[in-house]
């Protein structure tokens, strides 16, 4: 007699499975993991998923059809956490078997995501006292850079932010710094007040003479123009620092 599709059959073994069952045993078994996963963050957030499974969530929309763990655990191995994950260069993430256009995407996605939580609001209220809010940003922005990035953020009167440029890109060790330029973009802009900001690649954020001997520069051409320098800030893997916290301006 015809059975329905509905209906259920003896497998190999001799045991009867339905649809659900036959259904269960063609699903890729990455599926079940994924939704594990999910739920596991759902309920704990990051902070109860290691580096690695994290990870493993982001590449989930760029590899939909395979297993992404070996893929996470691989580049937590190669570049040491997810966030130098995340801020890797695409030509190194391409060196890395299984990372594809569609996976790079994902990661940077992610990176400017996050710059653009941290940056969110800072425009709303004087920087001066919004220390860690800028310092996050600042991190996100340009802390794990490989390569010197210089950057301004110019304030108005109430040291609201009013823009934030990148005035020069340089090297591992050094970037060009324009003081004219600086200080006439700041009265373009009508600004009164500006800070100054790069990273280290070498991820040291300690000044270097360089780095003092430039910003006191600044520090003498904007002043007579009413443009002063409240601080120059220096970021990298390793941490921030201040020169105005360490009385070096």
């Given at each position: 007699?015809?059975r329905?599709?509905?209906d259920?059959?003896?497998?190999q073994?001799g045991?009867?499975?339905?649809?659900?069952?036959?259904a269960?045993?063609?699903?890729?078994?990455?599926?079940?993991?994924?939704?594990?996963?999910?739920?596991?963050?759902?309920k704990?957030?990051?902070?109860a998923?290691?580096?690695?499974?994290l990870?493993?969530l982001?590449?989930?929309?760029a590899?939909?059809?395979?297993?992404?763990?070996?893929?996470?655990?691989?580049l937590?191995a190669?570049?040491?956490s997810?966030a130098?994950?995340?801020?890797?260069?695409?030509?190194?993430l391409?060196e890395?078997?299984?990372?594809?256009?569609?996976v790079?995407?994902?990661l940077?996605?992610?990176?400017?995501?996050?710059?653009?939580?941290?940056?969110?609001?800072?425009?709303?209220?004087?920087l001066?006292?919004s220390?860690?809010?800028?310092?996050?940003?600042?991190?996100?922005?340009?802390?794990?850079?490989?390569?010197?990035l210089?950057?301004v953020?110019f304030?108005d009167k109430?040291?609201?932010?009013i823009?934030?440029e990148?005035?020069?890109?340089?090297?591992?060790d050094?970037?060009?710094v324009?003081?004219?330029?600086?200080?006439?973009r700041a009265l373009?802009?009508?600004?009164?007040?500006?800070?100054?900001v790069h990273n280290?690649?070498?991820?040291?954020?300690?000044p270097?003479?360089a780095?003092?001997?430039?910003?006191?520069?600044?520090?003498?051409?904007?002043?007579?123009l009413?443009?002063?320098?409240?601080?120059?800030?220096i970021v990298?893997?390793?941490?921030?620092?201040?020169?105005r916290?360490m009385?070096?301006?």
């Amino acid at each position: 007699m015809d059975r329905g599709k509905g209906d259920e059959r003896p497998n190999q073994s001799g045991l009867f499975e339905g649809p659900s069952m036959a259904a269960s045993a063609t699903a890729p078994l990455h599926m079940g993991h994924r939704d594990r996963l999910r739920d596991r963050f759902r309920k704990g957030g990051a902070e109860a998923l290691p580096d690695y499974e994290l990870l493993e969530l982001v590449l989930f929309r760029a590899i939909p059809r395979r297993d992404t763990k070996d893929l996470a655990k691989r580049l937590i191995a190669r570049f040491g956490s997810f966030a130098e994950v995340v801020n890797a260069p695409e030509g190194r993430l391409k060196e890395v078997t299984g990372v594809g256009d569609a996976v790079v995407t994902e990661l940077k996605l992610v990176h400017a995501a996050a710059a653009r939580l941290t940056r969110t609001g800072l425009s709303q209220r004087p920087l001066l006292s919004s220390h860690p809010d800028v310092l996050a940003y600042l991190t996100v922005a340009q802390g794990y850079e490989q390569k010197e990035l210089f950057r301004v953020l110019f304030l108005d009167k109430k040291n609201r932010l009013i823009a934030d440029e990148v005035q020069g890109e340089g090297t591992v060790d050094h970037t060009p710094v324009y003081v004219r330029e600086v200080v006439k973009r700041a009265l373009e802009l009508s600004a009164t007040a500006i800070i100054l900001v790069h990273n280290h690649p070498s991820g040291d954020p300690t000044p270097s003479r360089a780095d003092i001997d430039t910003t006191k520069l600044v520090i003498d051409a904007g002043k007579p123009l009413g443009v002063t320098v409240h601080d120059h800030i220096i970021v990298g893997r390793a941490g921030h620092i201040s020169m105005r916290t360490m009385r070096l301006i």
